[in-house]
Antibody
């Protein structure tokens, strides 16, 4: 069975750091781009970062320079190092796999496998 | 970044109703548009990819249309298990973005 499982969430003070992990199983991890998506309580989904199978990384402006995504293909895992945390970073953080498919005349990407999420609380 | 705007933000409907949710991109995204369903306390679930492709295992009452900047998710006959929040998401740029969500409630 294909699965993703997050770990590492918890409570941290503003300005602090936290490292999230996502362990993958049941599929060839090294062949996929992987993402982090977060959701504050009662709010919508916000894309946080991505790492391609070649190691290329991307971030939105809201976390660029503070968050770092990385992966270890040998461990079928990827990570999110979060530094200089702010109250507005409080959310459930999901890891997600990006599937890819040829459809019609193009190639398309989508999030087809998600973890259950891990809660990060930034508070003094 | 590309902004995704959904409408309405919420709607009330009855079992059996036809429901339509709209998603508009701030610039063209061709057909790089996905739809997800999320129930409380659960991770999102992929429904539609590439604007109109039905994900395996998703009931055929769900359908998607559109290209360019305007997209629609339709539930042809709402079922009790469809009450949830729905999100669109673009994969046209490396900075993936989501719409703000549409909550479908029981009337």
């Amino acid at each position: 069975e294909e699965q993703l499982e997050e770990s590492g969430g918890g409570m941290v003070q503003p300005g602090g750091s936290l490292r999230l992990s996502c362990a993958a199983s049941g599929f060839t991890f090294s062949s996929y781009a992987m993402h982090w998506v977060r959701q504050a309580t009662g709010k919508g989904l916000e894309w946080v970062s991505s790492i391609g199978f070649a190691g290329d990384t991307y971030y939105p402006v809201s976390v660029k320079g503070r968050f770092t995504i990385s992966r270890e293909n040998g461990k079928s895992s990827f990570y999110l190092q979060m530094d200089s945390l702010r109250a507005e970073d409080t959310a459930v953080y999901y890891c997600a796999r990006e599937g890819v498919r040829a459809y019609g005349s193009g190639t398309y990407w989508y999030f087809d496998l998600w973890g259950r999420g891990t809660l990060v609380t930034v508070s003094s | 970044d590309i902004q995704m705007t959904q409408s309405p933000s919420s709607l009330s409907a009855s079992v059996g109703d036809r429901v339509t949710i709209t998603c508009r991109a701030s610039q063209t995204i061709n057909s790089y548009l996905n739809w997800y369903q999320q129930k409380p306390g659960r991770a999102p679930k992929l429904l539609i990819y590439a604007a109109s492709g039905l994900q395996s295992g998703v009931p055929s009452r769900f359908s998607g249309t559109g290209s360019g900047t305007d997209f629609t998710l339709t539930i042809s006959s709402l079922q009790p298990e469809d009450f949830a929040t729905y999100y669109c998401q673009q994969s046209y740029t490396n900075s993936r973005t989501f719409g703000q969500g549409t909550r479908v409630e029981i009337k």
